[in-house]
């Protein structure tokens, strides 16, 4: 049964950083590709980043382009979210998940989710 645990959420200034790590557990950590899902109260669940298998391959949503970066390290089987300026719109339970399927950027391919990890910015 393949596991996902995030760390590194809290509570920050705006303007502020974190970095988020996703540990996966199982030995097909480098055939999934891996993305961070956020949702706020109220909010749908919404893909902000993703990283396709081999690591080269990203997507940002537009909310966070520039500020966030994804990175991956297979040997780890950790997904990483570098997040940078952060905003009071930023706050929201943060999930990693991993896609089992061809499509970075599609939900449904997104069979593995996590528990999440909560991030408050303050302003």
């Known amino acids: 049964q393949v596991q996902l645990v995030e760390s590194g959420g809290g509570l920050v200034q705006a303007g502020g950083s974190l970095r988020l790590s996703c540990e996966v557990s199982g030995r097909t950590f480098s055939s999934y590709h891996m993305g961070w899902f956020r949702q706020a109260p109220g909010k749908e669940r919404v893909l902000i980043a993703a990283i396709g298998r081999n690591g080269v391959t990203t997507y940002y949503a537009d909310s966070v382009k520039g500020r966030f970066t994804i990175s991956r390290d297979n040997a780890k089987n950790t997904v990483y979210l570098q997040m940078n300026s952060l905003k009071p719109e930023d706050t929201a339970v943060y999930l990693c998940?991993?896609?089992?399927?061809?499509?970075?950027?599609?939900?449904?391919?997104?069979?593995?989710w996590g528990q999440g990890t909560q991030v408050t910015v303050s302003s």
């Open positions: 998940a991993a896609a089992t399927g061809w499509q970075l950027t599609s939900r449904n391919e997104y069979a593995y």
